[in-house]
């Protein structure tokens, strides 16, 4: 779909038209389908994030976390087309297909060619044809003029050639005839020779927009008639008028209200001009071209649909409309919201009124707050005198009620920290008395205790209220006087607190009386820092508030958010430099799905904390293959080319691992790296290079010794071209004198998907699969395990221990019997484990075997209470009798780098020295030690865990600098 737009929203939530690009894919699986109390709604994957409002803040949130009572975001108002555009601009030639049309300028050329219609001898077929229009006579009536055979001229007119006595005898007819230039355009249909429409204007004037208007919401098309039903004289009386002067054709009465236009020429004319459809409004939906209408020729298609399908209920104050289309009822709703008028549609079960059928699905849709009534009566209104007068009423009535309108979700605690800070003390007593001076912050604080939510209107006059107070509150010089505690909110008891002095010293200070100097120093010191503190924190609550009430978004109260298994093909949309888009029905806000997810699809950040806090905290881990256009010479991760869509060839499997970015997660990092055969060093342009994370991550690839490494800029999208090349120059700079020195340097934006392609063709060339030995004994290592058992399941179904990790050499067989080192503790003594494997799984397929390279899962008949939680991670798989032993306790033969790698300043590494904490990670194991003896290289080590490794092996040191563990260096099991 090239030149596709969509909405999205910039950082300060406006709403801009951009670019974007769509993907199309097979799909099945899990889907989450959310529909909100006012009827939006959304089918979405279980990883694509919506906008949500907790009451504290805006955050993007995974559909599959949302439920019931939350807020989840959609626009309030659409923009306006400036200018109309046609959505058929070639329909004269479409409709040439089927009908014989006469413009204007064409009949005053055959004017001009047969002397002002006297001289018809030099006339083509064609010609002769076209002077039959613009008399508006049937084939029939010309055969039985002419005395010839039922379908002998329409047969002529079509294959375009006539016998000389069919020629003399339409130049007879002709001759007698007075033709006349018609005003418009006339279109003859071929299969109907009789049905003749005349056109004034082919465009989307007022006329022919409430024209259609009036058919979608109270008529019908069939194959060869306009069908049209209406009680109402107005609007009956205004079809009927656009019919005679507008179309020159003539409705006729069928009875109790029902009319037809019997014209194939008219039907043909709607379906390919204007996008109308055969069928009923159940089968038929409103053409989308409505929506892409200027606001003013909008308001003309709104007013006269509502006046005919909607109704004004003046005893539950909102006006409501019913259609049998879903399609239809959602368009309509998208429309309003371009006029600022918001709607919620809900389904319902009712018969048809003009037939006894069974009851079927329909959609209403609601107007009801009171903005949206009165912008509606402004700017759309109705053309029947008795709905407007109707909506005039409920408009002066709820306005005179205030009635509320959308809320925002403001937790309690949040509002009642800035009446605090601000010093607005709120008695109980003084909540329940009726006094007329309440301020009106008051009522609002008391709605908000009770629903944990505000209106809109509520939230901008109490941040307007609030603002000057909180501009006195930053102005104001501090005054030590009780009047000044008593005007902010601060006790004395609270100074007396915090000065360390009694509440009747702070009493003396604040009246002037003398005490003893330090204490009154450090009550002044109290009062000015106390007040500091509430100023500060009030101006961080009122920019929160201000924050989680942009204007042009309104917060839907989710009523369900359920499972449903999907099969089919699904459209992703990723928007760059905005990573946002309005999407479902009912205009709700989404984001880009985001370096592993973009190469492999799957979201590795599984673990709640992991989402919550934004960064990885286990291993995660996902396949993925590559795969090569031969035609576009490009890699992509799909079997669909995303450039040409034509398939891809296969080339290669890769696993990825998905380590912790942040440098507390050191230790994690380092088991990861362990299972890797090359690494992509993920950097951010948006950050200066390097953050501390990034440099202790560059020198743990050193110590585990990986030398394929690709460097990836990420985040190209949320700097300039210009920040971008002085980044990369950053980047260049950092690396020189690494092992990283010479990797290659990949600028992408993982959340567009942009320079994907070029990040996999590079690690086709600069990672090649390294060779494995197939050999040797197995040795697996486990980065995750699980039970996979669910709550309540029978015994007879249950499933042993599930093991996640991979094999970096030899091969595992099922029924295979392998051990498991170090083992279950039992008593004061660790015990290895022996199973059996019951089931292989690399990259979602059952295997017989698993050989190395790649991540795999091994099912165990092992009692699954050992393997969950993650309780054997660390633990090495493999067959007995062929393991390395089990250490509790450790030599080594270690270097330590000359400064703390990732630490604040230059903070050189101290000599190991007995006594000592360090942890040690060895291959994917982590434990801590206590070092029972050191020399300058040599270090003993009684671990706190036990850990399976070969002497030879390597070992990361990390030690606690500044209260976190940081890498420090390694050693070698000796």
């Not at 030149?3 to 899990?30: E, I």
């Not at 949130?61 to 306006?80: Q, R, V, Y």
């Not at 937790?411 to 605090?420: E, G, R």
């Not at 999407?583 to 799957?602: E, P, R, V």
Request: proline content about 4%.
């Amino acid at each position: 779909m090239p030149n596709l737009r969509v909405f999205s929203l910039d950082p300060n939530f406006d709403l801009t038209s951009v670019s974007a690009n769509v993907f199309v894919q097979n799909y099945k699986g899990g889907m989450i389908e959310i529909v909100t109390k006012d009827g939006k709604r959304l089918k979405a994957s279980p990883k694509h994030p919506l906008l949500v409002n907790n009451g504290y803040e805006i955050i993007w949130k995974s559909t599959d976390e949302l439920k019931e009572g939350d807020f989840i975001g959609a626009l309030k108002e659409l923009p306006e087309n400036p200018v109309l555009k046609d959505p058929v601009p070639d329909w004269l030639e479409k409709i040439e297909k089927e009908c014989w049309v006469v413009t204007k300028e064409r009949a005053k050329q055959l004017e001009e060619k047969t002397g002002n219609f006297r001289d018809f001898s030099q006339l083509s077929v064609s010609e002769l044809n076209e002077i039959r229009i613009l008399n508006k006579i049937s084939c029939n009536k010309i055969q039985k003029a002419c005395k010839g055979g039922n379908d002998y001229f329409s047969g002529s007119f079509k294959k375009g050639k006539l016998t000389k006595v069919q020629r003399e005898n339409l130049i007879e007819f002709f001759s007698t005839m007075k033709t006349y230039i018609p005003e418009g355009t006339i279109i003859n249909c071929k299969h109907k020779s009789q049905s003749f429409i005349e056109i004034a204007d082919a465009g989307f004037n007022d006329e022919i927009i409430r024209f259609i208007a009036l058919i979608l919401s109270e008529g019908c098309l069939t194959s060869n008639n306009v069908k049209f039903s209406q009680s109402e004289n107005e609007l009956l009386l205004d079809f009927l008028n656009i019919c005679s002067t507008h179309l020159k054709i003539k409705a006729v009465y069928e009875g109790q209200f029902d009319y037809a236009i019997r014209n194939k020429a008219l039907v043909k004319f709607l379906e390919i001009r204007y996008g109308l459809q055969e069928g009923n409004s159940y089968k038929s939906s409103i053409p989308k071209w409505i929506f892409s209408l200027p606001n003013k020729k909008l308001c003309v298609f709104l007013r006269s649909f509502f006046s005919a399908e909607g109704n004004v209920n003046e005893k539950s104050n909102q006006i409501a409309l019913i259609q049998a289309n879903k399609k239809s009822i959602y368009l309509i709703g998208y429309a309003l919201k371009k006029f600022g008028v918001s709607n919620s549609i809900h389904p319902t079960w009712k018969r048809a009124t003009n037939s006894n059928s069974p009851k079927r699905e329909y959609w209403q849709l609601f107007i009801s707050d009171s903005k949206s009534l009165r912008i509606f009566q402004e700017k759309i209104g109705f053309d029947l005198p008795y709905k407007q007068i109707k909506l005039e009423k409920i408009c002066s009535r709820i306005q005179r009620c205030k009635k509320t309108d959308h809320v925002v979700p403001i937790k309690y605690k949040l509002l009642s920290d800035l009446f605090n800070a601000l010093g607005l003390e709120i008695k109980r007593e003084y909540l329940k008395k009726e006094c007329k001076q309440k301020p009106s912050w008051i009522f609002v604080y008391r709605d908000c205790r009770v629903k944990n939510a505000i209106s809109e209107d509520k939230i901008r006059e109490l941040l307007s209220s609030f603002y000057n107070r909180l501009k006195e509150m930053e102005n104001i010089n501090v005054s030590i006087s009780e009047e000044f505690l008593t005007r902010w909110g601060i006790s004395q008891r609270r100074i007396a607190k915090i000065s360390g002095t009694s509440p009747k010293k702070v009493s003396y200070v604040l009246r002037g009386l003398k005490i003893d100097s330090k204490d009154n120093t450090s009550i002044t010191n109290a009062i000015l820092s106390e007040f500091e503190n509430c100023r500060k924190k009030a101006r961080e609550i009122f920019n929160q508030l201000n924050e989680i009430a942009p204007k042009n978004i309104e917060w839907c109260k989710i009523k369900s958010a359920k499972k449903i298994e999907y099969s089919g093909p699904i459209i992703d949309l990723q928007v760059p430099g905005y990573h946002n888009f309005v999407c479902g029905m009912g205009a709700l806000i989404a984001h880009n799905t985001s370096l592993t997810q973009a190469l492999t699809g799957k979201w590795t950040d599984t673990h709640s904390e992991e989402i919550k806090r934004g960064i990885t905290i286990r291993l995660g881990y996902a396949d993925v293959t590559f795969y090569y256009c031969e035609k576009c010479s490009s890699y992509a991760n799909t079997l669909k080319c995303p450039k040409c869509f034509s398939d891809a060839e296969p080339k290669r499997s890769v696993s990825f691992i998905d380590a912790p970015g942040h440098e507390t997660l050191m230790a994690t990092v380092l088991s990861g790296a362990s299972l890797m055969d090359g690494a992509l060093l993920l950097i951010s342009a948006d950050e200066k290079c390097p953050q501390p994370q990034t440099a202790e991550h560059l020198k743990a690839l050193d110590v585990v010794g990986i030398k394929n490494i690709i460097i990836v800029q990420n985040k190209i999208d949320l700097v300039s071209e210009q920040k971008a090349i002085e980044h990369y120059k950053q980047i260049k700079e950092f690396v020189k004198g690494t092992v990283a020195e010479n990797a290659p340097i990949i600028p992408v934006s993982a959340i567009n998907n942009a320079n994907i392609d070029v990040l996999i063709e590079t690690i086709e060339k600069n990672m090649p699969t390294p060779e494995r030995d197939t050999t040797k004994p197995p040795k697996f290592y486990v980065a995750r395990s699980f039970d996979v058992n669910k709550p309540g399941a029978d015994i007879n179904a249950l499933k042993g221990s599930v093991i996640g990790g991979s094999l970096t050499q030899g091969v595992i067989k099922i029924n295979d019997t392998l051990e498991i080192r170090p083992g279950a503790k039992i008593g004061d003594k660790w015990t290895p484990l022996k199973s059996k494997a019951v089931e292989i799984i690399e990259s979602g397929q059952k295997l017989k075997e698993a050989k190395s390279g790649g991540l795999a899962a091994i099912q165990l008949d092992l009692d699954p209470a050992l393997s969950r939680g993650d309780g054997l991670v660390g633990s090495v798989v493999g067959h007995p009798d062929n393991m390395p032993p089990v250490m509790e306790e450790m030599k080594l033969d270690i270097k330590l780098f000359e400064k703390v790698i990732g630490a604040t300043g230059n903070q050189k590494i101290n000599a190991v020295k007995t006594g000592d904490v360090i942890m040690l990670t060895a291959a994917i194991a982590k434990t801590v030690g206590v070092v029972v003896s050191a020399n300058k290289s040599v270090v003993h080590i009684k671990l706190k865990l036990p850990v399976c490794a070969d002497k030879g092996d390597k070992v990361a040191l990390s030690m606690q600098v500044g209260g976190r563990w940081h890498l420090v260096g390694y050693g070698i099991v000796i």
